[in-house]
Nanobody, 112 residues
Framework: RLVESGGGLVQAGGSLKLSCKVS???????????IGWYRQAPGKQRQWVAI???????NYADFVEGRFTISRDNIKRTVYLQLNNLRAEDTAVYFCNMQDLWGQGTQVTVSS
């Protein structure tokens, strides 16, 4: 299963580092899969934020604009999302995804 953590309340311009721990996964399964971060704001559809492919190649949604960094530690079975220069519109529940598995999400709230 996937467990997100690291969310919280931060002022605009601040930073947070989210973690997504994939438990119950053997190394070859984890390292061989793409893992993505998504977010869902109140009243809005879930949207894709970033993805890390096997080997560490990363891609980001246009709205990220260089503010977020996704990374993965295959030994720890963990994917990270570093959020910098946060804006009020980044407020959402952030989820990680691997294949058809989703975590429960972690709340990020940015005050303006």
């Amino acid at each position: 299963r996937l467990v997100e953590s690291g969310g919280g309340l931060v002022q605009a311009g601040g930073s947070l580092k989210l973690s997504c721990k994939v438990s119950g996964s053997i190394l070859s399964v984890f390292s061989g899969n793409a893992i993505g971060w998504y977010r869902q704001a109140p009243g809005k559809q879930r949207q894709w934020v970033a993805i890390t492919a096997p080997g560490g190649i990363a891609n980001y949604a246009d709205f990220v604009e260089g503010r977020f960094t996704i990374s993965r530690d295959n030994i720890k079975r963990t994917v990270y999302l570093q959020l910098n220069n946060l804006r009020a519109e980044d407020t959402a529940v952030y989820f990680c995804n691997m294949q058809d598995l989703w975590g429960q999400g972690t709340q990020v709230t940015v005050s303006s």
